[in-house]
């Protein structure tokens, strides 16, 4: 089989790749490497937007499958619609669960232990010396447990939680513990010290985290979004904050990138870093070695992995 690739990395960074088929490397530049036509195996610009990603997409009559190397996909699934029926979509499952975990772990610690109060206190020359709570023997929520949800729990066990609860969409058991459906989350909420959303953005989840979701957290709790910035109702958590009643660690955010004069960006008791969860050294590696695979099985015409949909 003979058939065009495009790459966002060079196919001579990578190693493994299939010898038969044709790479073109294609990072979200202005021109095309070669008549969008043409490619029968579309991997997404990464961190490059959602009209980059779905630029070429509708001149790409003869693709067969779109790869992202995150591990969202809402950004791409609008630009399948109206395309030929059996084009597989493939996110990037394994490439980003140890970086958005050791953010997640980082954003709950600093948040509790008060980092970010020490480095305005080092900037004013401040010994802000005092009691902080700590993680141990808090309940921690996990919302989305997936992938990067078992790989945030993986980073929790040290740290002598008292429990960590778990919810995806269906329910299922797991070595762990129980994993509960999202329909008994009005329930669960009112028991955690930390909640953590890592849950795909879907019309299910957008909004999730609104005016009813915060009411139920307790007193003092701290919201961690590691998840899309639109699973927060942006307007409500603002309120939330204000009132000093929950506090909130969020890489993602609704709108984003946050422009400046936004109110998160001073709202009490509200750490922010920008969309950083996935982007570290840790992700070319993992990246390399899911191309390689997933083009070896596209060449061999085995099935993929990590597929999320399928077009009809």
């Known amino acids: 089989m003979t058939a065009d690739v495009w790459l966002p990395i060079p196919a001579d960074e990578i190693d493994g790749l299939p010898e038969n088929l044709t790479y073109r490397f294609w990072d979200g530049g202005p ?12 991997v ?3 961190m490059k937007g959602m009209d980059t990603a779905l630029r070429p997409l509708p001149a790409m009559s003869s693709v067969r499958a779109v790869q992202t190397l995150s591990a969202g ?8 619609q109206g395309l030929h029926p059996g084009i597989r979509l493939c996110n990037a499952r394994g490439v980003h669960e140890a970086s958005t975990a050791e953010l997640t772990l980082a954003l709950v610690l600093a948040s509790l232990r008060g980092l970010p109060r020490f480095v305005e206190g080092q900037r004013q020359e401040e010994w802000r010396s005092g009691f902080y709570p700590a993680l141990a023997d808090k309940s921690v929520l996990i919302i989305g447990y997936g992938s990067i949800g078992a790989a945030i729990e993986d980073r929790l066990a040290p740290f002598e939680c008292a429990r960590v609860i778990r919810v995806a969409r269906s329910p299922r058991e797991t070595v762990r513990g129980p994993v509960h459906p999202i329909a008994e989350l009005p329930g669960l909420l009112p028991d955690a010290d930390v909640v953590i959303l890592s849950t795909p953005l879907t019309e299910d989840t957008k909004g999730l985290a609104g005016a009813d ?3 139920r957290m ?3 709790a701290l919201l961690v979004n590691v998840s899309r910035g639109p699973v927060v109702d942006t307007k409500a958590l603002l309120a939330e904050l204000e009132s000093g009643r929950i506090t909130a660690a969020l890489d993602v955010t609704d709108p984003e990138p946050l422009p400046a004069g936004h109110p998160l960006w001073h709202a009490p008791g509200c750490l922010i870093s920008p969309h950083v969860g996935g982007s570290t050294s840790a992700f070319l590696p993992r990246a390399k070695r899911l191309l390689a695979a997933q083009l070896t099985r596209f060449a061999a015409s085995e099935p993929l992995e990590n597929i999320v949909l399928t077009t009809g």
């Open 73 to 80: 996909t809402d950004h791409v699934q609008p630009g399948l």
């Open 218 to 220: 307790k007193d003092g």
């Open 31 to 42: 021109d095309y490497p070669a008549d969008p036509a043409d490619c029968a195996f579309y």
């Open 44 to 46: 997404v610009p990464y």
């Open 213 to 215: 979701f915060l009411a």
